[in-house]
Nanobody, 115 residues
Framework: QVQLVESGGGLVQPGGSLRLSCAASGNLFGITIMGWLRQAPGKEREVVATFTSGGTSTYPDSVKGRFTISRDNAKNTVYLQMNSLKPEDTAVYYC?????????WGQGTQVTVSS
């Protein structure tokens, strides 16, 4: 059974940086997408970074140039480096991995950007 465990969230001042990690345990096969999404209070969940099976990374305009998704295949871990954080980046961040067998989610990690 695949489990995703996120870490790295916390409180940071505007302009600061955080790196989120998502460690996958269990057997993944034929990964199609690895990504990060976020959900702020009262808002819908939105995608902030994805890796496709072809190795292409994509970002919405709201985080482009500030967020970077990366992965360590040997550790089955995907990262989200977040720089120049803004108060509007405050949300619960979720890791998502899809393979041929299913769609897996982490428990979420809170990121709060505030002075």
């Amino acid at each position: 059974q695949v489990q995703l465990v996120e870490s790295g969230g916390g409180l940071v001042q505007p302009g600061g940086s955080l790196r989120l990690s998502c460690a996958a345990s269990g057997n993944l096969f034929g990964i199609t997408i690895m990504g990060w999404l976020r959900q702020a209070p009262g808002k819908e969940r939105e995608v902030v970074a994805t890796f496709t099976s072809g190795g292409t990374s994509t970002y919405p305009d709201s985080v482009k140039g500030r967020f970077t998704i990366s992965r360590d295949n040997a550790k089955n871990t995907v990262y989200l480096q977040m720089n120049s954080l803004k108060p509007e980046d405050t949300a619960v961040y979720y890791c998502n991995i899809r393979d041929v067998w299913g769609d897996y989610w982490g428990q979420g990690t809170q990121v709060t950007v505030s002075s």
